[in-house]
């Protein structure tokens, strides 16, 4: 059974360049939430999908965005990248809407992102 | 701000010994977990507490939440190297949207 899946591994992008960060979720995972970690923080929760549409958002700006598909597997847009948005940046799956309903959360490698 | 936040920051033990981490809360919460991750990879599920819960252990691991004090704590017990790792708590809470929030970590150290 895999689990969550995240891709690329590692991306360098510059200033002012749009990326996009893909999620598998684990089988059986209906829902998929993202989260920046800078170094040495928490995670920062970034929004929530479920049913192809966002549930919750964190407190992040409109550069970020995202997208759910059909199968689960969701995507992370970032536009206009700024020096700050250098993170590791995390994908969690789970039955469902994990804050409600206390179910588990499941996390991906995560996708290191580097802003020159 | 409504983060757990764990106490202590780092945390240096030798193999064998306990170790106790805590995070503390400031709204009331739905569930709360527990998450280790090292170093710059994805975090591990260690293990949830619901908010109607006082105590849970899995294997060396035991939680514990106190919803009037707004706290939680984990214990690791008979500490092994490979238990080096960042420790994280997470809680979910009505009055946020239930959202995720995570606290800063606690950087454990198990020394062989």
């Given at each position: 059974d895999a689990g969550v899946t995240q891709s690329p591994t590692h991306l360098i992008k510059t200033r002012g360049q749009q990326v996009t960060l893909r999620c598998s979720p684990k089988s059986g995972h209906d829902t998929v939430s993202w989260y920046q970690q800078a170094l040495g923080q928490g995670p920062q929760f970034i929004f929530q999908y479920y049913e192809e549409e966002e549930r919750q958002r964190g407190n992040f700006p409109d550069r970020f965005s995202g997208h759910q598909f059909p199968n689960y597997s969701s995507e992370l847009n970032v536009n206009a990248?700024?020096?700050?948005?250098s993170a590791l940046y995390l994908c969690a799956s789970s039955p469902g809407l994990a804050g409600a309903l206390g179910n588990e959360q499941f996390f991906g490698p995560g996708t290191r992102l580097t802003v020159l | 701000s409504q983060q757990g936040e764990e106490d202590p920051q780092a945390l240096s033990i030798q193999e064998g010994e306990n170790a106790t981490m805590n995070c503390s809360y400031k709204t009331s919460i739905n569930n709360l977990q527990w998450y280790r991750q090292n170093s710059g990879r994805g975090l591990v599920h260690l293990i949830l507490i619901r908010s109607n819960e006082r105590e849970k252990h899995s294997g060396r691991l035991r939680v514990t939440l106190d919803t009037s004090k707004k706290s939680s704590s984990l214990l690791i017990t008979a500490s092994r190297a490979a238990d080096t790792a960042s420790y994280f708590c997470a809680t979910a809470s009505p009055n946020t949207g239930n959202q995720f929030y995570f606290g800063t970590g606690t950087s454990l150290t198990v020394i062989p």
């Open positions: 990248l700024l020096l700050g948005d | -």
